[in-house]
């Protein structure tokens, strides 16, 4: 069954540093999501990805953060300066259409849970 | 805004018990509703959805059924086993949004 699949599983990294996060998404998927979700807290939605453009972000997406397709399979989210409250596990998700759908399933990867010190 | 309010605290229980994790929402509009379980070591996965008012959402034994006059989409399994330890996530999504929002997920422990 294809799956989403993220990169590093584990990141460490120093307050102040960039850090990018990757993601393969399902092949034929066309929507592409970051989720967050800080120890003890919610998941929270960060930012929604189509056609090469951000559809939706949030609050939380600003302008520390960015997202990319650099190629036909990876979907990249870069945090140009990370913060101590950064720390969190960061989630990839796709799908095959938009809101369209109200549905429609959203695919998870496993995560990245990044560290900030 | 758009929320979701899941009951506090871990959950642990024996072996073939019952289960019930209670999920209320608030939302502007008119949501889907979802269920997802996260075993460890791995993504969100999708339990069960429902779209629409009274839909029952099922899937390996898990029921959950969309009731809007007390706004709540509760998780419930008749008999669990080990293999259902994991951490289960309530969401929605509302029509025009793209996102998902979540509840704080529970960590269902069942022991042998």
């Known amino acids: 069954e294809p799956e989403v699949t993220q990169t590093p599983s584990h990141q460490v990294t120093q307050m102040g540093q960039e850090v990018i996060l990757r993601c393969v998404p399902i092949?034929?998927?066309?929507?592409f999501y970051w989720y967050r979700q800080i120890l003890g807290q919610k998941v929270e939605f960060l930012v929604s990805f189509y056609n090469n453009e951000i559809s939706e972000k949030s609050e939380i997406f600003d302008d520390q953060f960015s997202v990319e397709r650099p190629d036909g399979s990876n979907f990249t989210l870069k945090i140009r300066s990370t913060k101590l409250e950064d720390s969190a596990m960061y989630f990839c998700a796709s799908t095959w259409s938009g809101s369209g759908s109200l549905g429609e399933t959203q695919y998870f990867g496993p995560g990245t849970r990044l560290l900030v010190l | 805004g758009d929320s979701v309010t899941q009951m506090e605290g871990p959950v642990t229980l024996s072996e073939e018990a019952f289960l019930t994790i209670n999920c209320t929402y608030t939302a502007t509009g008119y949501p889907s509703l979802f269920w997802y379980v996260q075993y460890p070591g791995e993504g969100l996965q999708l339990l069960l959805k429902a779209t629409k008012a009274d839909d029952k959402g099922s899937n390996k034994g898990f029921e959950a059924t969309y009731r809007k006059e007390t706004t709540s989409f509760h998780l419930e399994k008749g008999s669990v086993q080990v293999s259902d330890s994991a951490v289960y996530f309530c969401?929605?999504?509302?029509?025009?949004?793209?996102?998902?929002?979540f509840g704080k997920g529970n960590q269902v422990v069942v022991i042998p």
């Open positions: 092949s034929n998927h066309l929507y």
């Open positions: 969401a929605l999504r509302v029509r025009g949004n793209n996102r998902l929002a």
